[in-house]
């Protein structure tokens, strides 16, 4: 064997043996966070909303809880399909709008807003955004979206001053999150832990017909931001990195309903 030939097969043996080398280098695709949640997506919503009596008014700004409220007995479902068009509510398994009270016709009324989340099997799968540490990182929301003409422009934003929003919203999530509230091993986190899977609102504006934005979101971060939770009404409230898993439009009748804002959403062109 000459040197030549010596040398040609040494330099294959070598790049035989960087071939393994090479491969393992290869930059991995990353994770889609959108393909790997860790939950299924819903194919049905379901929302309950039942009438209350507070039991004590005093108690709405010292974090109520469903101990404070004695329900009335009257309520209203509204079932939501996933469809080619998206979500949309069946009048044959309930309502396709809210109609509610407002605190001006009854000071002390508000409503148990419960939410429901079935797979395409329709069994309840509310578990698999609570449990296993999601609830650490899914909350909902409840905001509404107004227009304004500026520049020549109707433009959308997020109602973000809780005095304009017409309604307002406690957090009376338990836990463990399939017990009754009174059971003996459940324990309030409303505030310390808000989800929004139950929770009461009641309408402090009269006589208007709006749409509330319910919003689950899926943060990609903990969603307690320097110890503080965001605020029902606005999801963006602090920086956190999210995404939603559910977005809906509901419709609320307040009283009768004589000014309509789910058009064009208290649109001005001053």
Not at 31 to 37: A, F, Q, V
Not at 226 to 251: C, H, K, R
Request: glycine letters at 6%.
């Amino acid at each position: 064997m000459t040197l030549r030939q010596l040398c040609r097969g040494s330099l294959l043996l070598l790049l035989f043996a960087l071939v393994p080398l090479l491969t393992s280098c290869d930059p991995k695709e990353p994770t889609n966070e959108l393909l790997n949640k860790r939950h299924d997506n819903p194919s049905y919503v379901i929302f309950t909303l039942k009438e209350a009596k507070l039991n004590d008014p005093t108690r709405w700004d010292a974090e109520p809880t469903l101990a404070d409220i004695t329900l009335t007995g009257r309520e209203e479902k509204m079932t939501l399909s996933l469809t080619s068009k998206g979500f949309l509510a069946s009048e044959e398994q309930g309502v396709s709008q809210f109609s509610v009270k407002s605190t001006d016709t009854e000071s002390d009324v508000v409503y148990l807003l419960e939410i429901d989340y079935l797979d395409a099997r329709r069994e309840l799968m509310n578990g698999q955004f609570i449990e296993n540490g999601q609830d650490r990182i899914h909350q909902h929301f409840f905001e509404r979206f107004t227009r304004e003409f500026i520049r020549g422009k109707w433009r959308t934003y997020a109602v973000k001053e809780p005095e304009e929003l017409g309604y307002d919203y406690r957090y009376v999530d338990v836990t463990p999150w399939n017990q009754p509230y009174n059971a003996p091993e459940s324990k309030f986190t409303g505030t310390s832990n808000p989800m929004g899977f139950k929770g009461l609102i009641r309408f402090t504006r009269a006589d208007w017909k709006f749409l509330l934005t319910i919003m689950l979101m899926h943060a990609h971060q903990p969603k307690i931001y320097n110890g503080q939770a965001m605020p029902f009404y606005n999801n963006l409230y602090y920086p956190i990195d999210q995404e939603s898993d559910i977005s809906l439009n509901v419709t609320f009748v307040v009283d009768a309903g004589t000014t309509d804002l789910t058009g064009r959403e208290e649109a001005s062109s001053n």
